[in-house]
């Protein structure tokens, strides 16, 4: 079945410490990769995607994300984390050519704590 | 320039009853797309609705169903509520002029519990 797992449920980071959050994913072929963004009472806005091409992503806030298809991962991550970082992140995937959001899958998504 | 809004921002329901969620797209767009997201758990998509028709659906059950207005407005009804509604429904907005993957834009969503 089409997945896509975020392993880590909740990381505390201090501010201005790196961050690395973890997406795995299990398709038949490379789908299209998500990163979103949801804090409270608020929707989710999108940080990035990856179609296709370079594998280093560059999106919105200072965040990248790596695609690895040996290792079915397309982690985020920020060199630098604010306290306005904290939130909850969600990983999605698409089918490739699947014809729209329809076929959409969410991790369980990760919440991060940012600590002075 | 507004975002996506979304009302009611919360609502309480019992078993059985019917609900209306409605959603106002982001200014420029024509598309708006709705996902339930249950407690502790990532969005799952419902449906999406383009010039008034329901153009893709997910594994939701006929008692969800919706409509788009002439000015894009949407929808989301549910009938026969169940303890498993429960959730935060969140409308999302796009334009087609930028394809079927086209950046989605979400509003703050409409939290319903079913009691």
């Known amino acids: 079945a089409q997945s896509v797992t975020q392993p880590d449920i909740h990381i505390t980071v201090s501010e201005g410490a790196s961050l690395e959050l973890r997406c795995n994913y299990s398709y038949g072929a490379t789908p299209y990769l998500f990163w979103y963004v949801q804090s409270p009472g608020q929707g989710l806005q999108l940080l990035l995607k990856y179609f296709s091409g370079d594998t280093l992503v560059q999106g919105i806030k200072g965040f990248e994300a790596e695609f690895k298809r040996s290792q079915s991962s397309f982690n985020l991550r920020k060199p630098s984390v604010h306290w306005s970082d904290a939130a909850e992140y969600f990983c999605?995937?698409?089918?490739?050519?699947?014809?729209?959001?329809?076929?959409?899958?969410f991790g369980t998504g990760t919440k991060l704590q940012v600590i002075p | 320039d507004a975002g996506v809004t979304q009302s009611p921002t919360h609502l309480i329901k019992t078993r059985g009853q019917q609900v209306t969620l409605r959603c106002s797209p982001k200014s420029g767009h024509d598309t708006v797309s709705w996902y339930q997201q249950a407690l502790g758990q990532g969005p799952q998509f419902i449906f999406q609705?383009?010039?008034?028709?329901?153009?893709q659906r997910g594994n939701f059950p006929d008692r969800f169903s919706g409509h788009q207005f002439p000015n894009y407005s949407s929808e989301l009804n549910v009938n026969a509520l169940l303890l498993g509604d429960s959730a935060l429904y969140l409308c999302?907005?796009?334009?087609?002029?930028?394809?079927?993957?086209?950046?989605?834009?979400f509003g703050p969503g409409t939290r319903l519990t079913v009691l």
């Open positions: 609705y383009y010039e008034e028709e329901e153009r």
């Open positions: 999302a907005s796009s334009s087609e002029r930028g394809g079927l993957y086209n950046e989605q834009f």
């Open positions: 999605a995937g698409i089918p490739m050519n699947s014809g729209g959001y329809q076929k959409v899958t």
